[in-house]
């Protein structure tokens, strides 16, 4: 729809630039402050949750393995002491 007034044709005019222009710096501040996010975050040396999880899985698997083994020394120590048994 057209005004009759060239003025607020102009008008209308800088006001969507403005907003396209607002948005696009946004856009741009928005990229700029997620790479500073992913830089601090490297730095951080953060590790990521799946990698955590099957850290702890294998620390479970291999504090069962040497309960087993001391278990097994443990007998083997108690038969070597009373041959009896």
């Known amino acids: 729809m057209q005004s009759q ?4 044709d102009e008008m209308a005019k800088l006001t969507t630039s403005a907003m396209g222009l607002a948005q696009a710096a946004g856009d741009e501040a928005k990229a700029a402050f997620r790479a500073q996010a992913d830089r601090f975050v490297a730095d951080m040396d953060l590790v990521r949750r799946d990698e955590l999880d099957a850290l702890r899985a294998e620390i479970t698997a291999l504090r069962e393995e040497i309960a087993a083994l001391k278990g097994a020394k443990t007998a083997k120590a108690k038969t070597a002491a009373d041959p009896s048994i």
Request: proline content about 25%; overall charge neutral.
């Open 5 to 8: 007034h060239p003025f607020f």
